[in-house]
């Protein structure tokens, strides 16, 4: 189940999706949410705001990667003397998690640490 909505992607964009969108995003927010859900994030019910922000801020990063962009690390665009390099976090065209998504996230992840209580193995 995706742990964000069509409209949470919209308003991350500031805009309706196209109908080509919609299509894709159904998609891309399964995936964006199978990625937070296999960093074992625990989330409390009902989830929080959080989270949906940053599994629609996914979608939204892979929705303005220009088209035919999968594979690629940066494009470059000269106007005379004018140059103008954009370079993206993931070449693979899907979601990525950012530094500041992953940030947003950290206080749902389970520190490491377990309780155990002790008992004496001498004989009373």
């Not at 991350?12 to 399964?30: K, M, P, W």
């Not at 004018?82 to 693979?92: G, K, V």
């Not at 389970?110 to 001498?122: A, D, I, K, Q, T």
């Amino acid at each position: 189940m995706a742990l964000a909505t069509v409209e949470d992607v919209e308003a991350r964009l500031g805009r309706s999706l196209t109908t080509a969108e919609t299509s894709r995003v159904h998609g891309l927010l399964d995936e964006a949410s199978a990625l937070v859900e296999g960093e074992g994030y625990v989330f409390p019910d009902p989830q929080p705001a959080a989270v949906a922000i940053v599994v629609s801020r996914m979608v939204a990063r892979a929705l303005r990667a220009p088209e035919g962009a999968e594979g690629l690390e940066s494009t470059q665009v000269s106007a005379g003397s004018f140059q103008m390099t954009r370079n993206f976090t993931d070449s693979s065209g899907g979601v990525w998690l950012s530094k500041s998504d992953l940030q947003i996230l950290r206080r749902f992840k389970p520190s490491g640490g377990v309780s155990m209580g002790l008992v004496s193995e001498r004989s009373p």
